[in-house]
């Protein structure tokens, strides 16, 4: 079975501080993926990647940046964290290939105080 | 940006009711992914469909797309307490490129007894 572990289940961070959230696949998939889920605005995507060193855009990259420098891993960073970042954090991954599903994680469930 | 509709929002149904959730799209879809969310964790796989037309079941889980490859329902028959979670649709639309899973806003489901 595929499986994507997120580092952390809860993360409890202050204002200001460089946060790291870690995901790590074990399928050898191209994609990861990076989202936030909010009450009333459903998953929305912050970044994507579909190869080691490759990196996208999602709808709200602000205030993120990423790191994938190796194909299994795909770091989500908050250079400073704020209150408003305080979400449930989602990470996926999948094949290259159109029309297969996409994997999740466990979710991190961040507070940012 | 592409984007799907979910309806209804939440959802309260007596144990050994039959439900039905909603996915629309304004633009033809690629391939429609239903995903179930216990609260506060990650997402699982359903099932997915990609040929206008298609009906997949799963247990007591039947999902549809339309033929114009717009519109998808999720029915579950005789809810149990186990079904309850929060139901996502997602999608990809023929634009060139490997592009991430755009996300509805989810259907929040209580079984009660």
């Known amino acids: 079975d595929v499986k994507v572990t997120q580092s952390s289940r809860y993360l409890v961070k202050r204002t200001g501080e460089k946060v790291f959230l870690e995901c790590v696949q074990d399928m050898d998939h191209e994609n990861m993926f990076w989202y936030r889920q909010d009450p009333g605005l459903g998953l929305r995507l912050i970044y994507f990647?579909?190869?080691?060193?490759?990196?996208e855009k999602g709808d709200i990259p602000e205030g993120y940046s990423v790191s994938r420098e190796k194909k299994e891993r795909f770091s989500l960073i908050l250079e400073s964290a704020s209150t408003n970042q305080t979400s449930m954090y989602l990470c996926a991954s999948s094949l290259w290939e159109e029309n297969t599903e996409a994997f999740f994680g466990q979710g991190t469930r961040l507070t940012v105080v | 940006s592409q984007e799907l509709e979910q309806s209804p929002q939440s959802l309260i149904v007596q144990e050994g009711k039959n439900l039905t959730i909603n996915c629309t799209s304004s633009?033809?879809?690629?391939?429609l992914y239903w995903y179930k969310q216990k609260y506060g964790e990650g997402l699982i796989f359903l099932m997915m469909?990609?040929?206008?037309?298609e009906e997949k079941s799963h247990e007591k889980i039947t999902a549809k797309l339309d033929e114009k490859k717009q519109q998808s329902s999720l029915h579950i028959t005789a809810s149990q307490p186990s079904h309850a979670g929060i139901y996502l649709c997602?999608?990809?639309?023929?634009?060139?490129?490997?592009?991430?899973?755009?996300f509805g806003k989810g259907t929040r489901l209580s079984v009660i007894a």
């Open positions: 990647s579909y190869d080691v060193k490759m990196k």
């Open positions: 633009k033809t879809l690629y391939g």
């Open positions: 469909l990609q040929k206008g037309g």
């Open positions: 997602g999608a990809d639309f023929p634009i060139s490129g490997n592009t991430p899973l755009v």
